[in-house]
């Protein structure tokens, strides 16, 4: 790699197909039996994952982008490299003979919720050597996506995932995580991962999660409870915010500095560590430290009146947030392009092809785009609503 990058996003990629369904879900499933032929339609292909996704957002918003994955020489694997190339993405991938490319069949029947077929091939296998630390160095700001569907990366209590980042942060760079959600019940939901974010966060500046998985990995019994709570219904309507507050204090006790915690149509939760722990940030510090020291603030959503498909939403926000963190905007505006960026995900069906320009996404929000409600900071104590960004403040905020 020889260009500067303002970000590099490493980690998970996959090649997705999604073909074209016919007639209602219901229809599909009467149809999709052993010994039959279902007529389907073209199919949609594109590159997957947070290392695309991510990547090709912070391309759309104007961020000099490098990426690091893992691909074989297979088909998919040669399908992905294209793709990134032609986008000027294809930096520092690893192409690995002997193991197949990591790939997805979406089987999105209307009207019914979707079901993934996910092979994970070469993202099991990627490890520190994959990073290119030389290129990481030269970087701003460093970004992973997804550990729980990388084998070497979560097993052992994420022993690689630790080691990444620790070195992430020897050569300098800003450190950036999410995470995903894994199955509770296969061996990345049986990992300790609490214990791997106690081990990971002291070097990881933006911790990017979602709420859900959040839960998960550091409070299992609120977890549990509010999936019970939910039935079939989104969990994020049974959560408190009392629930997000403990797990986003652990977070930062074990030391990550920034913590949102994604939260779908409700927007973001927002904590961050006092002025006295945001040492460190490394190459890409923000512009501002008074601003970014002890606060907690939720961003509603932007509404969005059609959703299309959440596909990618996370990855998108992400791309939005890190495309606002590397301009040295304010941390209440990084959230908000954060949201932006994920309600123009939302608004098509793929990943990446709702996100606009970075003109177009300010114009949106500076517009005065309307915001979704946000029921469980609304009646709860000691939240004060902003009536001119319409951004909550919380009891703990330090600029409230
Ligand atoms: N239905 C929606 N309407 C408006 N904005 C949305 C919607 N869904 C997501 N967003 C925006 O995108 C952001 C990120 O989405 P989300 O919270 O679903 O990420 P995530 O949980 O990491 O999801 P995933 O990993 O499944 O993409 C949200 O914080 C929100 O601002
Ligand atoms: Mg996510």
Request: glycine share 10%.
């Amino acid at each position: 790699m020889t260009a500067v990058c303002d970000v590099i996003v490493a980690g998970h990629i996959c090649f997705d197909v999604i073909p074209r369904l016919f007639g209602s879900g219901e229809d599909f499933f009467r149809a999709f039996k052993p010994g039959k032929l279902v007529d389907i339609g073209e199919p949609a292909v594109s590159t997957g994952g947070p290392v695309s996704n991510t990547g090709i957002g912070l391309l759309k918003l104007g961020v000099r982008t490098g990426l690091m994955g893992k691909v074989g020489t297979d088909f998919f694997g040669k399908a992905i490299l294209d793709r990134l190339r032609e986008m000027g993405l294809e930096r520092s991938m690893t192409v690995v003979e002997g193991e197949h490319t990591s790939y997805t069949l979406a089987i999105t029947p209307p009207g019914t919720d979707r079901i993934f077929l996910h092979s994970r091939g070469t993202n099991n296998t990627f490890g520190c050597e994959d990073v290119n630390f030389d290129a990481v160095a030269a970087a701003r700001v460093f970004h992973f996506g997804y550990p729980p569907l990388m084998k070497r990366i979560y097993e052992h209590g994420a022993a690689e995932l630790t080691r990444i980042f620790r070195r992430a942060k020897e050569v300098g760079v800003t450190t950036s995580l999410d995470m995903a959600l894994p199955d509770p019940s296969s061996p990345a939901g049986r990992e300790d991962w609490d214990a791997a974010l106690r081990r990971t966060l002291p070097f990881v500046d933006l911790y990017l999660p979602s709420g859900e998985e959040t839960l998960f990995m550091l409070d299992r019994p609120t977890f549990t409870r509010r999936r019970a709570e939910a039935g079939h219904a989104d969990v994020l309507d049974t959560l408190h915010i009392e629930d997000l507050q403990t797990v986003a204090d652990r977070a930062l006790a074990y030391g990550a500095k920034v913590v949102v915690l994604k939260c779908g149509h409700l927007g973001m939760y927002l904590r961050t560590a006092p002025r006295a722990a945001l040492a460190g940030f490394g190459a890409c510090p923000p512009a501002d430290l008074g601003n970014w020291a002890g606060r907690e603030l939720w961003e509603p959503a932007f509404h969005v009146e059609d959703v299309a498909s959440a596909t990618g939403s996370g990855d998108s926000a992400i791309a939005g947030f890190l495309a606002a963190y590397v301009r040295g905007l304010s941390l209440e505006e990084c959230l908000k392009y954060g949201c932006a960026v994920g309600a123009f995900n939302v608004m098509a069906f793929d990943a990446v092809s709702g996100i606009r320009s970075w003109e177009e996404t300010t114009a949106a929000i500076r517009r005065g785009w309307p915001k979704n409600p946000v029921p469980l900071v609304e009646r709860a104590a000691g939240w004060r609503r902003d009536a001119t960004t319409v951004t909550w403040h919380g009891p703990r905020d330090g600029r409230a």
